[in-house]
């Protein structure tokens, strides 16, 4: 494949931001310090209603304040551990990747920075979960036992690219949300939310960046087909990462119904769902993703809207489409 200069100059600086700023999980966050301390009494550990799919329902609102601490420690060490989970598939996948890529590739080096990464992400994640003292599952049952073969969609690298920001950003997205809100959260979480988003913004590039190169060479059926499967893996990976297992809804008592209009059936968690994709939806109208059937897949998943304007955009009152 023939790499052009901006795309090499692009990868060039990403591999340079990695090498000049980066975290280590055990260097960069003094795990033992007073402010750091895990009180699971915390009130700061109550789901926010504006962000939390399920600290937006009544149901969760109602609860006396004991119990909604109990049941927000455990979520948010579960999407810590969900995260982690993403991570591995990740690290796995781009591997097989890399690995294939012929000698004096570019990607290379940025891929293999993004692993290193990512494997102190699981390192910081674990160690936060460890020290919440839950003993969370992670994932949906089913999704944690096909996961292990996730990564064999790196075969089609621009279908597992999909994958990788289809994960990275509602995960971004709802950090960013949970930072914006500053000290109404444990000093632990902050830290290490801030240090995610500050890698994250490399590697959400790299899969934007990425996904333009590769996509603008792919003949017309294949990008047919990419811009089908972009919304469904978007729409699916979302579910994967935000929803809790089942676990979490036997343990706390949650009833069913709840946990269907939390995940997503209410208007409230649907545009919550709406917003984590405006960066998406950008991406997909610039690179050529956009056309009357793809626009009706992401409309039938309820994930249709504004793109946004630049990057990280704040989210506006979405609407969907028209
Ligand atoms: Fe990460
Ligand atoms: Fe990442």
Same mark, same amino acid.
């Given at each position: 494949?023939?790499?052009?200069? &901006?795309?090499?100059?692009?990868?060039?600086?990403?591999?340079?931001?990695?090498?000049?700023?980066?975290?280590?999980?055990?260097?960069?966050?003094?795990?033992?310090?007073?402010?750091?301390? #895990?009180?699971?009494?915390? $009130?700061?550990?109550?789901?926010?209603?504006? *962000?939390? /799919?399920?600290?937006?329902?009544?149901?969760?609102?109602?609860?006396? @304040?004991?119990?909604?601490?109990?049941?927000? %420690?455990? +979520?948010?060490?579960?999407?810590?551990?969900?995260?982690?989970?993403?991570?591995?598939?990740?690290?796995?996948?781009?591997?097989?990747?890399?690995?294939?890529? $012929?000698?004096?590739? /570019?990607?290379?080096?940025?891929?293999?920075?993004?692993?290193?990464?990512? *494997?102190?992400? #699981?390192?910081?994640?674990?160690?936060?979960?460890?020290?919440?003292?839950?003993?969370?599952?992670?994932?949906?049952?089913?999704?944690?036992?096909?996961?292990?073969?996730?990564?064999?969609?790196?075969?089609?690298?621009? #279908?597992?690219?999909?994958?990788? %920001?289809?994960?990275? &950003?509602?995960?971004?997205?709802?950090?960013?949300?949970?930072? !914006?809100?500053?000290?109404?959260?444990?000093?632990?979480?902050?830290?290490?939310?801030?240090?995610?988003?500050?890698?994250?913004? !490399?590697?959400?590039?790299?899969?934007? !960046?990425?996904?333009?190169?590769?996509?603008?060479?792919?003949?017309?059926?294949?990008?047919?087909?990419?811009?089908?499967?972009? /919304?469904?893996?978007?729409?699916?990976?979302?579910?994967?990462?935000?929803?809790? $297992?089942?676990?979490?809804?036997?343990?706390?008592?949650?009833?069913?119904?709840?946990?269907?209009?939390?995940?997503?059936?209410?208007?409230?968690?649907?545009?919550?769902?709406?917003?984590?994709?405006?960066?998406? +939806?950008?991406?997909?109208?610039? #690179?050529?993703?956009?056309?009357?059937?793809?626009?009706?897949?992401?409309?039938?998943?309820?994930?249709?809207?504004?793109?946004?304007?630049?990057?990280? @955009?704040?989210?506006?009152?979405? +609407?969907?489409?028209?």
């Amino acid at each position: 494949m023939i790499i052009d200069q &901006e795309y090499r100059d692009v990868l060039r600086t990403l591999s340079e931001g990695s090498v000049n700023r980066r975290f280590d999980p055990y260097l960069d966050i003094d795990w033992d310090s007073a402010d750091y301390q #895990i009180d699971p009494k915390d $009130p700061r550990w109550i789901l926010p209603d504006d *962000c939390d /799919p399920l600290g937006a329902h009544p149901w969760y609102q109602a609860l006396p @304040e004991e119990r909604k601490i109990e049941i927000g %420690l455990w +979520r948010v060490a579960n999407i810590q551990k969900v995260g982690l989970q993403f991570e591995s598939v990740l690290i796995r996948g781009m591997m097989q990747y890399a690995m294939r890529l $012929p000698n004096q590739t /570019p990607e290379f080096r940025y891929c293999l920075h993004e692993m290193t990464e990512e *494997c102190n992400h #699981i390192q910081m994640f674990q160690e936060l979960v460890n020290r919440t003292g839950q003993d969370v599952p992670g994932m949906r049952a089913d999704y944690r036992a096909t996961s292990h073969f996730w990564h064999l969609g790196a075969y089609l690298p621009v #279908i597992f690219f999909i994958g990788i %920001l289809a994960g990275e &950003e509602p995960i971004d997205h709802f950090q960013k949300d949970v930072v !914006r809100r500053g000290d109404d959260r444990p000093a632990a979480l902050l830290r290490t939310m801030q240090i995610h988003i500050a890698e994250e913004a !490399r590697h959400i590039s790299f899969a934007h !960046r990425f996904l333009r190169e590769h996509v603008k060479r792919q003949t017309k059926p294949g990008k047919a087909v990419t811009s089908i499967a972009y /919304p469904v893996i978007m729409r699916w990976l979302a579910g994967a990462i935000m929803a809790p $297992p089942r676990d979490m809804a036997k343990k706390f008592g949650i009833p069913r119904q709840v946990m269907r209009e939390a995940f997503w059936s209410s208007p409230k968690s649907q545009e919550m769902m709406r917003n984590y994709f405006g960066d998406v +939806r950008m991406l997909a109208e610039e #690179i050529g993703l956009m056309n009357p059937a793809s626009r009706a897949v992401w409309k039938k998943l309820g994930i249709d809207g504004e793109p946004s304007r630049y990057r990280g @955009e704040p989210h506006r009152a979405a +609407r969907p489409a028209a």
